[in-house]
C-alpha cells in the first residue's frame, strides 16, 4: 500500500480480531492515520514491524508466541526508531512503567476513547511520549530509592510474569510450558520469588499477586 508521506502507517497488533475490526474503524475516521497492516502474533508482529513498513506500532501485550514486554523488546531491538503505543486490558498500575522503561512511546487501557486512542498516535508519532496523569506520577516515583517501592515492582520482567501466573494458580508444569522453560527453571523462579517477596510459600505468592491486582 502506497500511502502518503504526511499520513500515519499504523501497524495493528492483537490476537483478537474483533479488537483489529474495531481498531480499524476507529481509524478510518481520520484522514491523516491509516491502517496499513494487522498481526495476530508475535511472528507476525516481527515480521511486519520492521524499519519502513510502518510508524506506529498499536501492541497488545498478550500475543500468542511472546509473554508481557519480552515481544516489545524484541522489536526495538529489531527497529529501535519506531514508536510503539502499548493498548492493554492490563491497569497502568501493573504494566505502564515496564513498558515504558522497555521502550513503549506510551500506554493505554483498553478502555480508553476512540478520540484518546487518536491523540495518542499522534503524539507518538511526532516523537513524543502518551502517559496519563497517573503514568505520569507513577514514573515519577521511579526517582525515589527502592525501598519505597511495593516489592513486585523490583522484580525484573521474567520474574513480574512469573509472579503473574502463580497468581493465576498455575502449577509449575503449566508455566513452563506458558513461557517456553524448562520446569526446573520455573522452579528456580519459584524460589527466588519466595526470597524477594518474603513469601514462604506458593499460597502467599499468589495471595500477593491477587491482593495487588496483578492477575487478568
Not at 28 to 38: K, N, P, Q
Not at 44 to 54: D, F, K, M, S, T
Not at 57 to 78: H, I, S, T
Given at each position: 500500500m502506497r500511502v502518503p508521506k504526511t499520513v500515519i502507517r499504523v501497524l495493528i497488533a492483537d490476537d483478537h480480531p474483533v479488537v483489529r475490526h474495531g481498531l480499524r474503524q476507529i481509524?478510518?475516521?481520520?484522514?491523516?492515520?491509516?491502517?496499513?497492516?494487522?498481526?495476530?502474533?508475535?511472528?507476525?508482529?516481527?515480521?511486519?514491524?520492521?524499519?519502513?513498513?510502518?510508524?506506529?506500532?498499536?501492541?497488545?501485550?498478550?500475543?500468542?508466541?511472546?509473554?508481557?514486554?519480552?515481544?516489545?523488546?524484541?522489536?526495538?531491538?529489531?527497529?529501535?526508531?519506531?514508536?510503539?503505543?502499548?493498548?492493554?486490558?492490563h491497569p497502568e498500575d501493573q504494566y505502564a512503567v515496564r513498558v515504558l522503561r522497555a521502550g513503549a512511546a506510551g500506554y493505554m487501557t483498553k478502555e480508553s476513547a476512540a478520540e484518546e486512542l487518536i491523540h495518542a498516535v499522534r503524539k507518538v508519532r511526532a516523537g513524543g511520549r502518551y502517559v496519563t496523569a497517573a503514568v505520569a506520577e507513577t514514573l515519577a516515583g521511579w526517582l525515589d530509592q527502592d525501598g519505597t517501592r511495593s516489592a513486585h515492582e523490583l522484580l525484573s520482567n521474567r520474574e513480574f510474569e512469573v509472579l503473574r501466573l502463580f497468581g493465576r494458580a498455575l502449577s509449575v508444569r503449566h508455566i513452563a510450558r506458558e513461557l517456553h522453560l524448562s520446569e526446573k527453571t520455573v522452579s528456580t523462579y519459584r524460589s527466588r520469588l519466595l526470597r524477594k517477596m518474603d513469601c514462604r510459600s506458593t499460597a502467599e505468592l499468589i495471595r500477593y499477586a491477587v491482593q495487588n491486582r496483578l492477575v487478568d
Open positions: 481509524i478510518g475516521e481520520t484522514s491523516d492515520i491509516v491502517a496499513v497492516g494487522e498481526a495476530s502474533n508475535a511472528a507476525e508482529v516481527l515480521e511486519r514491524a520492521r524499519p519502513g513498513e510502518c510508524d506506529v506500532l498499536l501492541l497488545d501485550l498478550a500475543m500468542p508466541g511472546a509473554v508481557g514486554v519480552e515481544l516489545l523488546q524484541a522489536v526495538k531491538r529489531a527497529n529501535p526508531d519506531l514508536a510503539v503505543l502499548v493498548l492493554s486490558i
